[in-house]
Every structure is written in C-alpha cells, then in structure tokens.
C-alpha cells in the first residue's frame, strides 16, 4: 500500500494546532510523491495548503474511521498516534460522557469533578467476576483484574495510581480499597474491611490540604497493603507514606489552605469538650490565614471532624488519645502565634513572659514554659572542650519556631500511621495481598524545590518500571501466539535515575554539601555543574548560576537550588526536643523518645508478610551527625517500594485533570496532552505502534471482512486458510501482518485499510441500488413540490400581507405606548412634591393637635375619678338589698322543697317507681345534658367577656402607661408613680397569665382537633374504601361473566401494591433472621473447633427447647388470659381513659368476635336439636308440666339475676357519670371538650344499656333453649324406654284389665303426646319469630350506622369509637364472672381427662404386658385390622428416630416413586395422634426437632438445588396440611366428610404454623438463591453473545480485551453458553419442583423470580458494555426473548408475572433497533420506553455503536432533547438494577385432595416403629 494510496482525495488527516493542539482536516487534492504543499480542507471549510518537507514538516497522521471513533481501548485504533489518542478521550469524555479508557493495560481516568452514580454496590456485584475488558472500562474492572489474578495465580498484586494534583487519585484509590472491602470482605465478625475505609478519612484529615490545583490534594505518598488469607477473605492491611509535605503546615501559597485537620478543630472550637484548645477561628492563626482563604466551597470542616472522630474510634483510638491528639495540633497553631521581638542590636531576641499564645503551647503539651521560651530564642554549641549558649537572631529564630512546628506535626502524623497500621494489623497468617499506591504524578512549577524534585524522581522510578512490563507484556503475547518478532526500541530512562541516584549524583552530593560546616546551596549548584556538564540529561540555566535543569521522560524541569540543604538537613535544636520529651503527657512524650526511630519490631515483621516500614523515620536527636538525609531516606524507602512492586503483579491507572478550572466535563486539549506524555500512556502507545496493534481473531475477521471475500475462498470450510489466501490478496507486503495461533496480527494502519476497502466495497454496491430507487422517488418527489411550491407562495403572499398590517398596528400601540409612559411618569413627579407638602402639613398639624390632646387628658381623668367613687357607692347599696331580697327566697324555697321531699318520699314507695326507675334516669340525663349545654353556654359568655376585658385591659394600660410618662415629666420623685408602677406590673403580669391560659387552652384545642381531624381522614378513607370493596364484590357476585372481563380497579393494585410491600419487608425480616441465626451457629462451630474443653460436659435435659436451633415457644392452649389482663387493665385505667388506649380497644374487639362466635355456636347447636326433634317428630312423646314450669323458673330466675346485677351496675355507673360531672362543673377551667366528652359518655351509656340487653337476651334464651330441648330428649328417651320394659316385661293376661279403662288411658295417653307435640312445635315457632325479630333488630343497628355515617366527620369518629370501645368494656366487664367459672370448670375437666387418658394407657400398657410380655411392636402388627383414622402412633424414645429416618436421612430420590410430599404426610400423622392422646409435650416435641432437622439438611446442602425444592414442597404441604386439619371453617370449605373428622381436636397450632411459613420462606430464599447461582455464568452468553441468528452480528476491532492475563490459560477461559442450554436449565428446574409436588403457584414465583434475574443481569451487562450495544444485539435480544416467551406458553407459565419482568430489557432492545435522529423519534422513544429509568436510556444511547460507517450515531443534541423531555418523570437515580432484589412470595393455601387413611408406607423408609391408629 503505497503513500498515494493513503494520501489521496477525500482522507482525513490530523495537522498540528497551537491552541487545540491536533485539528482535523480533509485532503481535497491527491497527493503525489515529490509535492512540497498537501491541499486541505478545515472542518470550518476553509482551504489550508500545508507544506511538507522530509524533515521538518512529513506528512500528517491519518484519522482513524468514525466506526472507530470512541473504542474502550485506545490499542484498538488503526493508527496509534497522539491525536488518534486525544481524539478518542475527547469524544468519550465529552460526549459519551465516560471517565475511563483502556489503553492497553493502562486505565486511563478522567476527573469529571462531578459526583457519578457509577460507583454503588450493584456496579460492583456487575463487575465482580468478570474478565478484564468484557465489561466498559472502570476501575472496578482494574480491581477486579487484580483481585482475580491474585486468587488465580497465587502471585501478589499491585495497583499504582498516578497523575497530578487534582486529578482524582485519592478518589479512585478509594474507590479501589471499596471494591475489595465489598468483594472480600471478612470471614468473621472483625469488620476489618470497615477500618480500612476508616483509614480514609483520617488520612485525608492529616495529609490532604487545599491547592490552587485541588480542593483536597493529597501531600503525601502512601502504599496500602490489603492483606488476605487463603479464601481470599480481608485479615488485615498496611500503610506507607512516603514525603509529606512538611513545608505546607508553616507556609502556604495564595488561594491555599493547610491540613484539613487545623480547619476542622478550628471550625469545631465552640464544643465543650474543645474549649481547653483554646481555639478561634481559623483566621485569627498565622499557619492557616497565609493563604487567605480558610474556607472551601461545599465543604463543612465541622462535620469532617466528627467523620474523623469516627474513624478514629473505630479504628481503636481511645477518646483520650484523640484529646491528646487534638492538642497537640492545637499547640502547633499557638506556637505560630508566638511573637518574638528583635533586640536593638539586631543579634538577639526574645518572647515577651505574658505571650499568651506561648502559655497555651506549653500547657497544652505539658511542658515548662520558661525554659521553651528560653531556647526558642537561644541555641547551644558545643565544641571538644566547652558548651557555649548563642543568642539567635531574628530570622534564625522564626525558622527554628517554624522548624519544630514542621518536626512535631511529622512526629505525629508518623505516629498515626502506625497506630492505623496496628489497628489493621492482624495475628493470622497472610496469604497473599493487593497494594494500592496512591502516589504523586509528575510536577512542573514556576519555581520548583526539593519537594518537586524527589516528586520527580519517584516518577522516574516508576516509569521505568512501568516500561519494563509493557515491554514484557508484549513480548510474552507473541511467543504465545508463536510469531517472529524483533526486539522493540523503547525510551529507557536509566540515564536519568542515574544522574539522580548514582554515585556522585545529585543525592550525593547534596548530602556532601550538607555534611560541609559552612555549606550553601550556591556551592552545592556550583558542584553540579563541573560534575554532570556533560550528561545529556543534566542542562544549566543561562540566565543563572543558583539552579539547575534535569531533562525527565516527561519534560525539562528547572529546580531553584534556594532551600535545597535546608529542607535535606530537616534540622530541629535538639534542646527543644528535649523539652518535649519531659512533657508531662505520655502520648507527646513518646512521639520524640529515640526508640522510635529504630523502626517496629521484628516480631511484627515475622508474623505477617505485612512489613510495617515507615517511609521516613523520625530523626534521633543525640547523633545528629549519623542522621541520614531527607534525600537518602527517601531514595531508601522508593528502593524498597520498586522491589516490592517488581515482586508483583502491577496494574496501572493515569488519572487525568482535564482543565484547571475544576469544571464539570470541560476538556482541555492542551493540559490534557501535557498529562498523557508525563503520565507514560502514550509511551504504551509508541510500543504497542512498533510491533503489531491490532490483532484479530480468525473467527472475528472472517465475519467481518467476508464481503471482500470471492466466492471460491467461501467454499472453503477452513477459515484460517481463508483468511490467509484473502490477506495475501489485499496486503502485498508480508511484513504487515502475522499468523498466529489464534489471533492475526496487524501493523498499525493495516485495518484501517481493509476498513477502507470495505466501505468502498458496500459503497459501490450501494450506489447501483440507490441510483434506480432515488430517480424513481425524486420525479415523485417533484411533482409533489411543485404543488406545494403553489400553495406556499399564496400562503406566502398572505402572510407577508399580515404581516405588513401587523407592523402598522404595531407603531401605532408605540406611540399610544408612549404617550401613556411620558404621562404617567409627569403624573408621578407630581404626586411625589404632592405627598411632600401634605407630610409636612401632618406633622405640624399633629404637634398643635397634641398639646391640646395633653389639656383634654387631664380633665378627663379627673372625671375617671368620680365615676369611679359615684359607681362603688351605688353598688354598695344595691348589693344590700339583693342580699335582704335572697334571705327571703331562701327561707320559702325551704317550704317548698320540703313538702316535694314528703312527697318524693312517698311516691318512691310505691311499685310504679321500679317500673320508671330506667325512665327516670335517662330524664336525670337529659337534664344533665341541658345542665351541661348551659354550661358550654355559660363558658363561650365568659370566652367572649375575657375578650373584651382583655382589650379594655390592654387600653387601661397603655393609657396608664401615657399617664405615668406624663407623671413621670413632671415629677421627679413621688409615691404615686412608684403605686402605678406597681399596679401596672401586676396588670401586665395578669394579662400574661391570662393569655398564656389562652393560648394553652387553644393549643390543647387544635392539637386534639388536629388529632380528630386526621383519624376522621383516616377512618373516612378507610370507608370509602371497604364500601368500594363491598360493592365490587357485590357486583361480582351478581354478574360473575362481566367482572371477569373488566379491568382491576386502581385502588385494589395500590392495594395490592402495598400488600406485596408488607410481604417484602417481611421476608426480608425473614431472610435477615435466617442469616443472622446462619452467623450464629458459624460462630459456634467456629469457637467450638477454637476451643477444647477436656471432660465429659453434661447438658441440660430440655436442650431441644433451649438450645439456639430452637426458638419456638410452646403452644399457649387458651386466650382468655390476654381478655382478663384487658379487663383488668380498663377497671386500673378507668373507662375513660381506656377509651382512649387502642389497644385495650383491639382486644375487646377480639374478646367480642370470640363471644360472637360462641353465641353462633350456640345457635348451631339449637338448629341441630331442632332437626334431631324433627326427625323424631313421628315418635310417641310425653312430657309433663313440671318440666316445663322448671325450665320457665330456670329462665326467669337466670333473667331476674341478670337484671339485679345490672341495674346495680347502671346505678354505680350513673352515680360515677353524676360525681364527674358535678366535679367539673364545678372548676372554673371548664370548656366545650368537657361537655362533649360527657355528651358521649351518654350516649355511650345508653347504647351500651341496648346492646347489652339484646345480647344477654339471646345467650339466655339460647342456653334455656338448648337445656330444655336436651332434658326433653333425654326424658322421651327415657320414657320410652321405661314404658317398653313395662310392656314388654308384663306377663299378665289382658283379660284381667278392664277394656274400657284401657282404652281410656291410651287415648289419654296419645292426647297427652298430642299436646306436647304441638306445645313443642310451638315453642320452635316461637324461637324462630325470635330469631326474625333479632335479625331485624340487627338490621335496624345497620340502617342506625349507615345514618351515623351521614354526619359530620368528628361526631361521627368521637360517637363510633367511643361508643363502641364503652360498650365492648361494659359487656366484658359483666362476662368476666362467668368466664372465669367456666375456664376454672374446664381447667379440673382437662386435668381429670388427662388423668384418666394416663391411666387407662398404663393399663393398656401393663395388660399388654402380662399377656404377651415376649412381643412388644409385633403386637400392633398382627392384631385385627380396623378401620384407618389416619394417624401413626409412636413412642417418645423414638422420635430421634423418626426424624432422623425422614428428615436427616432422607434423599429425594427413595420416595420418587411414591405420593408426593410422603413425609409432610407421615410427620403430620405422628402430630395427630400426638393431638389425639392430647400430649402437647409429644406435639411441641416432634415439630421442634422436625424444624430444627431440616435446617441442618438445609444448611449441609446449601448449593443442591434438588434437596432445596425436595424440602420447600414437603414443608409447604405440612403447612397446608396443619391449616387444612386446624378445624378453622375458613380451611375447611374444601374439605371431605372424612377429612373433617381428622381435625385436630386439643391445640391450636396456629404459632407452629407461622414458624412453619417463616420456614418455608427461608427455604424459597435459598431455592432461588441457588437457582440463580446456576443460572448466573449462562445468562450474559445466552442472551447477548450467542448468535441465535446466524451471521446478524458485525465485529468490530477489539483491541486489547480479553488478554492472556485477564482469562485462565488453563481452561480456556469462560465457556459459551447458548440459548438452548438456559432454556435447558428452566426446563430442569421446573421439572425438578413439579417431581416433588411443589404447589404450582410457587413454581410460578420461582421462574418469575429467576426470569428477574435474567432480566437484571442482562439489563446491566447491556449498560455496561459498549461492545454489544448495537442494533444486531438489539435484534439477537429481542429473538432471544421471544424463544423465552415461547417456553413460558409451552409450560403453561405464562400467567406467572415472568413476561412483565422483562419489561425493561425488552424496552431496551426495542430501543437499540429504533431511529435515533429527530424529534419524532425522541417522543417515540419516551413513549416506548416506560419501564427504563433517564439514566438507563441515555446511557443506552451514549453507548450505541454503529456497526459499519453507513450507519449513524447518535447526536449529543438528540440525546439532550430525550433528557429534555424525561426532566420530570418520576424515579431514582440508579443506573443498575438491583440483582439481589427479591419478589415477595405468597403461599398460597392449596387443600390436599389425599385422604390420610389411605397414605401407605413404604418399607424402604424403615418406619417398622409406627403404628397404625
């Protein structure tokens, strides 16, 4: 392929820029080789003649094709250049909007300074397990890479991330460390994970400050080190720093800040526990206000401080060390504070005593402050022979002040890293571990210093290595693939390091210069220019003779030599450091002592491959002379940081800062090239261009590069061969590309090429189709123009027509317009001088006014005075008489009430009283009522007078206070005004109270209001809804064909919606206690194979009830308790405040629905003795009056007591109601909340009277009813009987009676029966009119409810509940009496039958015995068969036994071929009989160990989806079976004759089956849990990569991914699964459940669950690959649904809900198949799109790729419209969805048809010990 080939008409090229630096061009002429200009055209469509020339100038780098453009890997661009690079990190930056980029094994990652919601726990469980490069590029896939490799390879693994400050290393080593917390996190409870992220905080507190370039810029290097055991579990981790920045706590640049950690505690002074600190705020202190600006935009530093603490705490730092820790940064800030004065002479100084900044310094620390302010001024020197004490100068003293600041903030921020090291530190054995190096990148200042330059060098270093292993990389692919290769020419930087680190390299001789007594950095310049002048990476300034240029890999640096021998020394007095080191404080004591610098202990070092060095240790004061360099100690620890990373794996990430502005998605071409050289990316690029970039598999290029193919290479079945007779064809030159194994290798350009040849090849074909299509389509096309081009130009004509009138009408309204705003703006000046003369006018006129006001007061006050003495003269006389008046009225009132008492006396005497007594009282309660109204009456009167004396109050006091100012004037002393003061102060403090009364009685108000009103809301919404139910169902039920056919009405879906919620957090309770109770026993066995105790260890013998595997209560046999402690707790509380206790209120509910249960009962019970005296109706019957008079006596003396005791009641009550009344009538405070509450009570009363009397009446009458029908019976019985003996045993002749006296006893006799017979059919009659009245009675309360409905929403709550609460507590409090005979009479009953059952059984037993004492089961074997009652009886010893044969032991497969569920079945018969002997020891027994067994089968077989569904169907069938047989109606609709006779009869089991349900949730959780574990590897394959329909899918270039690293050489890497092969799996997993006899509802839920699942993995792989987002993918997803679908309808499922779960997906392969270009395309694709979420669909769109060049991509513009027009749907910002999300499951109560009599045993189970009953 020649130059012209490549240079022709029509290529883009890229040309240099000096502000974009790469621009893009077009080539408008050919190039022809020899020609000096190439003719271009701008993308703004300007020409350009860019000259070329063989040296200066060569010819532009070519563009890659658009289909390339935005790749995830830069490696995969045809031509590997530097604009090639840029281009595609633009592109996917900006538009895509996507931070990270693979280049090679290089992550590139952008800075976006926005918050993305790309780094969640779902993001992380999408990329967990993934190979490096099937997934979009992230740092979790780095991570994961590594994380891999270490598990896979057993090799360490290193991630080293770079770039320069601001670039977002700190945030993507974090994001990194919480990748592996998440994946590994521990084993046991040590939470080791959360202190590692812990340490986060902490770091940044102390190590991170603001800079003009970064808001939080790490000053420091730090290597992490997460260690892991053998499971690959976190046990523990390690930190180096490396270099902090020391210079920045005394002096920072403008625009910056210090350490977090002084703005924190700056920020945090007001806090009690801070206020020995001594704190201000952060400007008032020189080391935080040098920078100027103490705050960061969006950044609290107070609640940092308490992240911090946190941190702290939890890594183990004790609240006291934090205080010491705190003060000693405190003391840092006062001791920059300290003033020291200069001395006349200009060579001493010294601290004024009352520094108050010194004081606290030296409190804080603990040391004495004479002797600190002695050497802080003053240093020693000393010589061979004698000690001398020099005063220091100014200056000397501010550095050696600013020196120790510097030395004690490293000590400690060296001491927290270490006690961090400790906190992660960890006894167990270290397997393996993954570092993260957060590092900084290349730097390059305006004035650069030592920091720069060991900056710097580290870099160097990690270039180099970094190189190496690209290098490496390379060269192991290609011997893989076993193709030649020639040896790379790549940039070796060894020269540099050289010219650093080398013997009498610049370290050393720095280190020499500062070994010189009277050394200077000038010198020390001097030195290096005589000694490396001739290194071509050592250059020297023109312009100066004090620094020094060294040539990096990245750029030329010029370093300032000024502070270099300073800042290498690090010197601090050591007389200073001996004050610190007899601080008082231990913590500041021990930062300084000399152990600490011999490094930690080598014990440390042994027990774990975590070597905890320190990156610089602190300097020893004694032998300051052996003391090694700043520049050593870094050079040592950066040695042994590169052996470290060169003894493992490393993983690399360039962090990138796209602009130095801090904006969001703003790209700077220029930083951003400036980064990408420092940085070593394009380096990768340059050795990846030198050998073979692209590399295609064989498969992968026969697909996508057939259509260049002939048709005799197609018939060829071998593709390799293909392939290499068509390369040979095209390319000529053989160097251009190789064969490997697998893979073809290309040279850089070469698949640009075939790219090129292909485009012309489908343009070619394209073109003879659209010629003939577009001539046809455009004579149409102008026919139709032409038409409209007509009538647009009349329209046209017409409209500029309108548009002149309009113009018109338009100036006319401005000159209106005009007019109108020059008059108004006259009218307002005018109105303006106006209102200024009338102010003047009122305030002259008020003045004269107001002196005349003063005369008039006067006078009017004297009047006050007299009216005040003329009123209390005549009040006194009035009040006088009316006394006289009142004794009179007394004293004849008396008569008169005498003579009503005599006779009230007697009228109380006579019987019509009793009579009226009921009539009486409710007129007393009337009256009361009216007393009452009065009352409320009385107090709105005195309301409104409070009112009114309020104001006139509030007047007399303002008029006293005028009054009192006026006296004041013009007295100067006086009793008076101190009376009026006085008399002022109590009215003021009267109208207080009056007003806080008020206001209190008003809030009392309308809290209680506001509470009404929002019961009343609930309640009203609770009615309308249950009456929407009610007629729904109602309609349902009338017209059942036409609510089948209509739509489900919202509010039951909402319903519904809710229901499912409350299921959902249910279970999830489940599923937490499961796990919880998982952990436990982890624990257990955990401690127990830690721990062994020698002996033998007894245990108590109800271990099966108190051990931690069961938790289940016994079975509570009666509720009657919870009744009696309600009624209890009302008769404490009292009537009137239980009303108010809802749950006294749900409990009386819950005693009347069971008293309303027992009166059904009971009139059960009479219908089946009505029918019984039917069916013998035709019987002879006798019966005699004596009977009958019993039973009236009977049923007139229950009534007579019932009555007595009530009206005693009623009297009581009454008399309670009166006092109450009487009380708070009598208090001043009364109000309308009383008189209401009493109104109630009333009517509450009175109801209560009703219903109570209506109940009581049919109980009585049901009882006296049943008692008389049963003694009817039983005498009939008898009577019959006696007389057929008589007749039967009478021998005598019946010659002997007389005829005629025979014949009149009988028909006396059959009159008699005759008479009864109709007495009794009466009676029945008249039972049933009773019943009719009752149910009328009911009827008329129901028309009574729904009138009550009818009122106003707070007399209708007040009035219901309280009605209802009053008369549910009366009746109960009446039936507590009775309840408690009949529980203590029911209580003796069960203890003597159970000591009668006991007996008989021991008889039984010792019969048994004695007869045949040889036999002991064989007895029940061989005896008479009987009828079958569906029971199996076993002894207590057995029971082990039992569940070890059917639950421990038992294996799916031995009970295949017998009735599904066979041990749900077995085990429930063993409770029956246990039921039947009533032994609820034997019940609670065998379902505890039951339960407990099969969650240790459960938990031994955790991953075998057979034994799961085997148990979740026999638990759910002995769950139905304990409903079906519980003997509720509710279960036994369903139910045989049969069935219901083998109801339980003694427990209620109703707490064992909700510990059942919890089971069997538990169990349905584990079920899918396995399921999709299965199904997990199948998914992503089956639906996105297999090819369904053959030859739809495009490849593309694919770079760098999936590299030998990133799969398991030994297995291949993954498999690919098929379609078939998960349609496969569903069909095994259904079928499996339905082997079992799994209810098919819960089949349903479990493919629902599982096709969720499907849907969410497959949603997220699609959001998260670049690669598969297209529209053949679009295509093969959309078939691949459908195949599902179609399994669905084949099985019968569809019904299941499994179709609307994959909603989403399905939305998204519609969306990948639709048009993407204008706005009708935008609004259908927001229409189509319902289930997808904004961020899902844009980022679908961000992500599609066109598969060839003829296809488009999507604008940013049609993706801004699209965001535009879903601004306000309503949803969440996840991205992903949620793969762990669990649908609610419903167990549905399905009855078993099967009969238990007929279940037969198999022999194989063993059960020989059972007996049939």
């Not at 080593?173 to 409870?189: C, E, I, L, P, Q």
């Not at 900084?440 to 270039?463: P, R």
């Not at 009404?1012 to 729904?1032: A, Y």
């Not at 195949?1683 to 309808?1689: F, I, N, P």
Request: contains cysteine; proline residues 2%; neutral net charge.
């Amino acid at each position: 392929m020649s130059v012209t080939e490549l240079y022709s008409k029509y290529t883009r090229v890229w040309i240099p820029d000096p502000e974009e630096v790469w621009k893009a061009a077009e080539i408008i002429k050919d190039y022809k080789e020899g020609d000096t200009v190439l003719h271009l055209k701008l993308e703004d469509e300007t020409t350009l003649e860019y000259s070329i020339g063989p040296k200066d100038n060569p010819l532009p780098f070519l563009r890659n094709p658009d289909i390339l453009v935005g790749e995830n890997d830069l490696t995969a661009l045809s031509y590997l250049h530097e604009p090639a690079v840029l281009h595609n990190l633009k592109v996917r930056f900006l538009e895509s909007n996507h931070i990270y980029t693979y280049c090679g094994i290089v992550l590139v990652a952008i800075n976006p300074y926005e918050q993305l919601h790309i780094y969640g726990e779902e993001v992380i469980t999408a990329y967990s397990g993934q190979n490096m490069g099937d997934m979009d590029p992230h740092i979790f896939a780095v991570a994961e890479e590594a994380y891999k490799q270490m598990a896979r390879d057993e090799k360490n693994q290193s991630i080293i991330v770079s770039g320069e400050s601001g670039a977002g290393k700190t945030v993507s080593a974090k994001y990194a460390m919480r990748f592996f917390a998440t994946v590994g996190g521990s084993a046991n409870d040590t939470s080791i994970e959360e202190k590692v992220l812990a340490s986060s905080p902490i770091m940044e507190a102390i190590g991170n400050a603001k800079t003009t370039r970064n808001d939080n810029s790490s000053r420091f290097g730090k290597y992490i080190q997460i260690g892991f055991d053998r499971r690959y579990h976190i046990i523990g981790a390690n930190m180096r720093t490396y270099l902090l920045e020391k210079s920045r706590v005394v002096f920072q640049a403008e625009d910056e800040r210090n350490y977090h950690i002084f703005y924190q505690l700056c920020a945090s002074s007001s806090l009690s526990e801070f206020k020995d600190l001594s704190l201000t705020s952060a400007e008032d202190f020189t080391f935080t206000s040098l920078g100027e600006n103490i705050f960061i935009d969006g950044v609290n530093d107070a609640e940092d401080l308490v992240k911090t603490r946190q941190a702290l705490s939890m890594l183990g730092v004790k609240e006291i060390h934090q205080m010491s820790i705190f003060k000693i940064i405190a003391s840092i800030l006062h001791l920059g504070n300290v003033e020291i004065v200069s001395e006349r002479d200009g060579e001493s100084c010294h601290i004024n005593r009352d520094d108050t900044y010194l004081r606290h310094f030296c409190r804080l620390l603990g040391i004495e402050q004479e002797q600190m302010e002695h050497w802080l001024c003053r240093r020693k020197l000393v010589t061979t022979s004698e000690t001398y004490v020099k005063n220091m100068s100014h200056a000397q003293a501010v550095n050696a002040r600013d020196a120790l600041a510097k030395h004690i903030y490293a000590h400690l921020f060296d001491w927290i890293v270490e006690h961090i090291n400790k906190a992660l530190h960890t006894s167990t054995k270290q397997h393996s571990f993954i570092g993260v190096l957060d590092i900084y990148g290349f730097e390059t200042f305006e004035i650069n210093s030592f920091e720069q330059f060991c900056i710097n060098y580290a870099n160097e270093k990690l270039q180099q290595q970094f190189n190496s292993h690209v290098f490496k990389l390379e060269q192991e692919e290609y011997m893989k693939e076993q193709i030649p290769w020639t040896l790379i020419d790549f940039y070796d930087n060894q020269p540099c390091i050289d010219l650093i680190e080398a013997k009498l390299g610049i370290l050393d001789l720095l280190d020499e210069e500062c070994k010189v007594p009277k050394g200077t950095d000038q010198n020390w310049a001097q030195k290096l220019y005589s000694k490396h002048s001739n290194s071509g990476h050592f250059e020297k300034p023109r312009m100066s003779n004090k620094s020094f240029i060294v040539v990096h890999f990245a750029d030329k640096v010029e370093y300032q030599s000024d502070g270099f021998l300073e800042k290498n020394r690090d010197t601090v007095y050591e007389e200073q450091i001996n004050i610190l080191k007899a601080s008082q404080f231990q913590l500041v004591a021990d930062l300084f002592q000399d152990g600490k610098d011999s490094g930690p202990p080598s014990a440390t070092s042994k027990s774990s491959k975590i070597n905890v060095r320190a990156a610089k240790p602190a300097p020893k004061g004694h032998n300051r002379e052996h003391r090694k360099s700043v520049g050593t100690q870094f050079r040592n620890s950066l040695h042994l940081l590169m052996e470290t990373l060169n003894a493992t794996t490393p993983h690399y990430v360039r962090c990138i800062k796209p602009n130095d502005n801090k904006e969001s998605f703003v790209f700077d071409s220029r930083r951003a090239v400036q980064q990408l050289r420092a940085c070593g990316v394009l380096e990768t690029i340059r050795i990846s261009a030198a050998g073979y970039p692209s590399r295609w598999t064989y498969p992968d290029f026969f697909s996508r590069y057939r259509v260049l193919m002939t048709k005799k290479n197609m018939t060829i079945a071998d593709k390799k061969q293909v392939c290499k007779n068509l390369l040979e064809t095209l390319i000529k030159d053989p160097d251009k590309f190789q064969f490997g194994k697998t893979k073809i290798f290309f040279r850089a350009g070469q698949v640009a090429y075939l790219e090129k040849l292909r485009a012309d090849k489908f343009r070619f074909a394209c073109i003879k189709i659209q010629k003939t299509v577009r001539g046809w389509l455009q004579r149409i096309r102008y026919r139709k123009i032409r038409k409209s081009a007509i009538l647009l130009q009349r329209y046209g004509r017409g409209y500029l027509a309108r548009r002149y009138a309009e113009m018109l009408r338009l100036t006319r309204a401005t000159l209106i317009c005009q007019k109108q705003y020059r008059m108004k703006r006259v009218r307002q000046e005018y109105l303006r001088t106006r209102r200024a003369v009338i102010t003047i006018q009122a305030f002259a006129r008020g003045m004269f006014v107001r002196r005349l006001y003063q005369e008039f007061l006067l006078h009017h006050k004297a009047m006050i005075i007299q009216k005040t003495v003329r009123g209390w003269l005549v009040r006194k006389k009035y009040l006088h008489a009316r006394n006289a008046a009142i004794v009179i009225q007394c004293f004849y009132r008396r008569v008169r009430a005498k003579r009503q008492l005599k006779q009230l006396k007697i009228e109380a005497r006579s019987a019509e009283h009793f009579k009226n007594l009921n009539v009486g009282m409710e007129n007393k309660i009337v009256q009361l009522q009216k007393k009452m109204d009065n009352k409320s009456k009385e107090y709105k009167t005195q309301n409104e007078q409070l009112i009114v004396t309020n104001t006139a109050l509030g007047s007399e006091v303002t008029k006293l206070q005028k009054e009192l100012e006026t006296l004041r004037t013009r007295q100067t002393a006086g009793t008076q005004v101190t009376s009026l003061q006085e008399e002022l102060e109590k009215l003021r403090v009267e109208l207080q109270e009056a007003h806080a009364q008020k206001k209190q009685i008003e809030e009392e108000f309308s809290n209680e209001k506001q509470g009404l009103e929002q019961r009343v809301e609930e309640l009203e919404k609770e009615n309308t809804l249950l009456k929407k139910e009610k007629e729904e169902m109602n309609r349902r039920l009338q017209n059942p064909s036409q609510g089948q056919g209509g739509d489900v009405p919202q509010k039951e879906i909402r319903l519904q919606v809710e229901l499912d919620e409350e299921r959902q957090r249910y279970q999830n309770l489940v599923k937490e206690y499961s796990r919880l109770e998982q952990r436990y026993e982890n624990l257990q066995e955990d401690l127990s194979s830690m721990k062994f105790h020698p002996g033998h260890r007894r245990h108590p013998s109800n271990q099966s009830s108190l051990g931690s595997d069961s938790n289940y209560t016994s079975i509570s046999m009666s509720e009657v308790g919870d009744t009696d402690d309600t009624i209890q707790l009302v008769e404490e509380m009292g009537i009137e405040k239980a009303a108010m206790d809802l749950s006294v209120f749900m409990k009386l509910q819950k005693r009347v629905r069971e008293l309303e249960q027992e009166r059904k009962r009971l009139q059960t019970n009479l219908e089946k003795v009505e029918e019984l005296s039917k069916r013998k109706g035709n019987e002879p019957k006798s019966s005699t009056s004596e009977e009958d008079i019993n039973a009236d006596q009977a049923y007139n003396s229950l009534k007579r007591q019932e009555l007595e005791t009530e009206n005693k009641k009623l009297k009581n009550d009454l008399n309670e109601l009166r006092k109450a009344v009487a009380d708070r009538a009598s208090e001043n405070n009364s109000s309308n909340e009383l008189q209401e509450g009493y109104n109630l009570l009333l009517n509450q009363l009175k109801a209560a009277n009703e219903e109570l009397d209506v109940r009581k009446e049919e109980v009585l009458i049901l009882k006296t009813q049943i008692v008389n029908t049963t003694r009817q019976s039983e005498n009939l019985n008898h009577i019959d009987s006696s007389d057929v003996s008589e007749w039967t045993n009478n021998k005598k002749p019946v010659d002997e009676v007389d005829n005629v006296a025979a014949n009149d006893l009988k028909k006396l006799l059959e009159s008699q029966l005759q008479t009864k017979s109709r007495q009794h059919k009466d009676e029945l009659e008249a039972l049933h009119t009773q019943i009719e009245l009752l149910k009328d009675s009911l009827e008329k309360k129901q028309e009574m409810l729904d009138h009550f409905s009818t009122l106003s929403p707070e007399a209708l709550v007040e009035f219901s509940v309280q009605q209802e609460i009053t008369r549910l507590t009366n009746e109960n409090l009446d039936l507590k009496e009775l309840v408690e005979k009949l529980e203590k009479n029911e209580k003796k009953l069960k203890k003597q039958l159970r000591i009668y059952m006991k007996k008989v059984q021991e008889l039984e037993v010792s019969q048994a015995t004695r007869s045949r004492p040889e036999l002991t089961r064989q007895v029940t074997v061989q005896r008479k068969e009987k009828d079958f009652e569906g029971m199996l009886e076993y002894y207590k010893e057995d029971e082990a036994l039992l569940v070890k044969s059917l639950v421990t032991d038992m294996k799916p497969n031995v009970v295949s071929a017998t009735v599904p569920c066979l041990p749900a079945y077995i085990l429930f018969m063993c409770i029956r009989h246990a039921d039947y002997i009533n032994d609820d020891q034997k019940v609670h027994s065998l379902l505890t160990a039951t339960i407990n067994a099969i969650k240790k089968v459960l938990k031994k077989n955790n991953d075998d989806f057979e034994m799961t569904s085997f148990w979740l169907a026999n638990t759910s069938r002995l769950l139905h079976c304990l409903k079906q047989y519980s003997g509720d109606e509710a279960f036994m609709t369903q139910n045989t004759a049969k069935q219901n006779e083998h109801c339980l009869k003694n427990f209620d089991l109703a707490e064992y089956r909700q510990v059942l349900s919890d089971l069997s949730i538990h169990i349905y959780q584990q079920l899918v849990r396995i399921a999709e574990g299965i199904m997990q590897p199948m998914i992503v394959s089956a639906m996105l990569e297999s090819e369904s329909i053959p030859s739809l899918a495009g490849v593309k270039p694919m770079g760098y991914r999936n590299r030998s690293s990133s799969l398991d050489c030994e297995s291949g890497g993954p498999a690919g699964y098929t379609l078939q092969a998960l349609v496969r799996q569903l069909g095994q997993f259904t079928n499996i459940m339905a082997d079992h006899g799994l209810d098919p509802e819960i089949s349903q839920q479990v493919v629902r669950q599982l096709f969720y699942s499907i849907n969410a993995v497959t949603l997220n792989n699609l959001l998260l690959r670049k690669d598969v987002c297209s529209w053949s993918t679009g295509m093969q997803l959309r078939y691949n649904i459908s195949q599902l679908e179609e399994w669905l309808r084949g099985n019968n499922l569809h019904q299941s809900g499994a179709v609307a779960t994959m909603e989403p997906v399905i939305q998204a392969a519609q969306l990948l198949q639709v048009k993407k270009k204008t706005s009708q395309d935008a609004e259908a694709i927001c229409s189509l799109c319902t289930a997808l979420s904004l961020q899902q669909i844009v980022k679908i769109l961000n992500l599609y790729t066109p598969l060839n060049e003829f296809e488009e991509r999507v604008t940013v513009s049609f993706i801004r419209d699209i965001q535009n027009r879903l601004q306000d749907r309503a949803e969440n910002n996840q991205l992903l969805v949620d793969t762990k999300y669990t649908f609610p499951v419903v167990f549905t109560y399905t009855p078993s048809v099967l009969s238990l009599e007929t279940v037969h045993i198999p022999a194989s189970l063993s059960l020989d010990f059972l007996t049939r009953v």
